[in-house]
Structures are given as C-alpha cells and as structure tokens.
C-alpha cells in the first residue's frame, strides 16, 4: 500500500468552533498542501482534549503509523496533536525514527532538518507552559468565585 500525507485537526472543545474551528484549520493546511506540492491523503478531524492519547483520530493515525502506510503529518499547530508534552516527545520520537514529516501550518516548521527540530523542542516547552499556565489561572479564578 502506497504512503500519504494524513492532516491531524483538532479542537478542545465545541464552544471553540468560533474561535479556530476544524473547518479553517482545514483550509489553512490544504493551502499550505497545496503550496508545497503535498497531496493529503484523508484529514483526520475531532473533538477532544490534547492531553491524551485516548482519542479515536489519533489511535487511527497511530495504527497508520504502524502499518507503514504514513508520509507525512501536517497540523495547523503543534498543539492540534497533543498538549502534553511526553505525548508529544514520544509521538515525534516515533515519526522521526520511521521517516515521517511533521509540518506545522501556522508555526512554519517542520521535523525534517536539524532547526526544525530544534524550533519543534522550543515550541513544545512553551506550549506545556501555556497549558500549566491556564491550568493555574482557571483554577485560581474557580477559587475567587
């Protein structure tokens, strides 16, 4: 069977389709496909929380990854994998020991050269950051009310 490009998209939440919804993630990574000559083979699109691996999209793209069928994986950030930054390590250990790219639309980078990973270790510390960040301030602010 024949490798492809597989699009991971991803909101948290349904009240975020607003905000940055599936449907302009979608859009932003077909374009960025298309400037780069990349045919996607099937975007692979759900609703859930970022910080587990417990989510059918990705269960699906991890059995893709198994079964040798997988390229390349474009996301609109990062973050659209997961959120966690052990899940994260670990999911790009496994695409880059099996050759496969990763390519983040909006954060322009990609796993293949040495600066793109670099950018990619940066980017998920920040993002773990984040995370913890909204963590605390959610929290703190359940505690005022």
């Known amino acids: 069977m024949e490798k492809g490009h597989y699009s991971v998209l991803r909101v948290s939440h349904l009240s ?40 059918k999209q990705i269960q699906t ?7 040798d069928r997988v390229e390349g994986i474009l996301c609109y950030k990062l973050d659209r994998i997961f959120r966690n930054m052990k899940l994260s390590i670990d999911f790009i250990s496994i695409c880059v020991e099996k050759g496969i790219k990763i390519h983040s ?19 998920l ?9 909204e963590r605390r301030v959610g929290k703190e602010c359940r505690s005022r009310w």
């Open 105 to 123: 639309v909006a954060e322009s980078i990609s796993t293949d050269t040495p600066a793109g990973m670099f950018m990619v270790n940066c980017l």
């Open 61 to 67: 793209l991890y059995r893709l990854i198994e079964e």
């Open 16 to 55: 975020q389709i607003d905000n940055f919804s599936i449907e302009q993630q979608k859009e932003s990574i077909e374009a960025y496909a298309t400037l780069h000559s990349i045919e996607i083979t099937e975007h692979l699109a759900e609703c859930g929380s970022g910080t587990t691996g417990e989510r």
């Open 125 to 133: 510390s920040v993002n773990q950051y984040a995370r913890s960040e």
